[in-house]
C-alpha cells in the first residue's frame, strides 16, 4: 500500500493569502511530483523533483513554486492566491526504476 | 506530439454487465502505459500497467488491458462490472524520465 499524504484535503481561502500545501511520502522515493487538475481535463504537470535540492517546472505554468529539503516532504507554495488558482492540486512519488507513480488523495483548493 | 486519448467521456453500464474503456495513444517509443481509478474527492489509484511482455495484463478489482500495437491502443476491460466501480478512469503513457501524458478520463456510471 502506497503512503503519500498531502494536507489540507480542503482549503477555502481569500484572494492575496499565502498557502502551502503540504505532500508527504514515507516510501523513500526520489522523484516527486505536482499536478494539477480540472473536471474534465487531464492532469497537468506543475512542478517535478528527482530528489533533494532539485526542483524542476512541468508542462504547465504556473505561479507557485516547490522546495524538496528533505527526501519525503514535497511542499508546494503560492505566494498570493487568486481565484484562477482554484482547482485540485495531486501530489505524487515514483520508484526510481519503473517510474510507477503513486498519488495522494488530493487538496482542493478554492480562492474567494 | 505525444498524446493520450479517451474517446469516451461518459459511459453508463448496468450492473452486472461487462466493460470496456478505450485509450489510443500517440508515442514514438515502447511505451509504459497505465490505466487509473479516482473516486471522487480521492487520488488516482493505479488499476494496472503494461511495461513489456505478455500484451494483456492483469490488474487489480478484477480489471485487465490488452496493448495492441498496431492499433495504438491500451483498452480497459473488465467482464462483470460492480456498482463500486463507478468512478473516473484515467490512461497515460510515460513519456520520458519524468513525464506522463493523461487523457481527459471516462467517467463511468453503473446502473443498479
Known amino acids: 500500500e502506497a503512503d503519500i499524504y498531502q494536507t489540507p484535503r480542503y482549503l477555502v481561502i481569500g484572494t492575496g493569502k499565502k498557502i502551502t500545501l503540504e505532500c508527504s511520502q514515507t516510501?523513500?522515493?526520489?522523484?516527486m511530483y505536482w499536478y494539477q487538475q480540472d473536471p474534465g481535463m487531464e492532469l497537468h504537470l506543475i512542478h517535478y523533483s528527482y530528489g533533494v535540492n532539485s526542483t524542476e517546472k512541468g508542462d504547465l505554468s504556473s505561479e507557485s513554486t516547490v522546495s524538496r529539503i528533505r527526501t519525503e516532504h514535497f511542499p508546494l507554495t503560492l505566494e498570493s492566491a487568486r481565484p484562477s488558482h482554484t482547482s485540485q492540486y495531486l501530489c505524487?512519488?515514483?520508484?526510481?526504476?519503473?517510474?510507477?507513480?503513486?498519488f495522494g488523495p488530493g487538496t482542493r483548493l478554492t480562492v474567494l | 506530439a505525444q498524446s493520450v486519448t479517451q474517446p469516451d467521456i461518459h459511459i453508463t453500464v448496468s450492473e452486472g454487465a461487462s466493460l470496456e474503456l478505450r485509450c489510443n495513444y500517440s508515442y514514438g517509443a515502447t511505451p509504459y502505459l497505465f490505466w487509473y481509478v479516482q473516486s471522487p474527492g480521492q487520488g488516482l489509484q493505479l488499476l494496472l500497467k503494461y511495461f513489456s511482455g505478455d500484451t494483456l495484463v492483469q490488474g487489480i478489482k478484477g480489471f485487465e488491458a490488452e496493448f495492441k500495437r498496431s492499433q495504438s491502443s491500451f483498452n480497459l476491460r473488465k467482464p462483470s462490472v460492480h456498482w463500486s466501480d463507478a468512478a473516473e478512469y484515467f490512461c497515460?503513457?510515460?513519456?520520458?524520465?519524468?513525464?506522463?501524458?493523461f487523457g481527459t478520463g471516462t467517467r463511468l456510471k453503473v446502473l443498479a
Open positions: 497515460a503513457v510515460r513519456s520520458g524520465t519524468y513525464k506522463y501524458i
Open positions: 516510501m523513500g522515493h526520489d522523484k
Open positions: 505524487a512519488s515514483s520508484y526510481p526504476v519503473n517510474n510507477e507513480q503513486f
